[in-house]
């Protein structure tokens, strides 16, 4: 099994940007598709976005279409999560999670996430 642990969160302006980092160890990186979800205040978990293995095909929700950018070095075992416009709605805990085949549906590990705050 993949172990995940993500890095890059922090305090932002709107308008802002950050770059998340999920460095993976253990089993191949390269064999699993990989995908961030982010979790608000009393809200549910929700998707952002997603990579196939290849790291040629990637996913967003609309949340994060034209702002996030999923990408993945398997050199490095590393995903990543670009974010650009950064508006307060995006505050949450980010998590990085890996598995097999559509990671928006199925995810077999998850990172312990990093936080994300973007002020007003």
């Known amino acids: 099994q993949v172990q995940l642990v993500e890095s890059g969160g922090g305090l932002v302006q709107a308008g802002g940007s950050l770059r998340l980092s999920c460095a993976a160890s253990?089993?191949?990186?390269?064999?699993?598709?990989m995908g961030w979800f982010r979790q608000a205040p009393g809200k549910e978990r929700e998707f952002v976005a997603g990579?196939?293995?290849?790291?040629?095909?990637?996913y967003s929700a609309d949340s994060a279409k034209g702002r996030f950018t999923i990408s993945r070095d398997n050199a490095k075992n590393t995903l990543y999560l670009e974010m650009n416009s950064l508006k307060p709605e995006d505050t949450a805990v980010y998590y990085c999670?890996?598995?097999?085949?559509?990671?928006?549906?199925?995810?077999?590990?998850w990172g312990q996430g990093t936080q994300v705050t973007v002020s007003s």
């Open positions: 999670a890996a598995g097999v085949g559509n990671i928006a549906t199925r995810q077999d590990t």
């Open positions: 253990g089993r191949t990186f390269s064999g699993y598709a």
């Open positions: 990579v196939a293995w290849s790291g040629v095909r990637t």
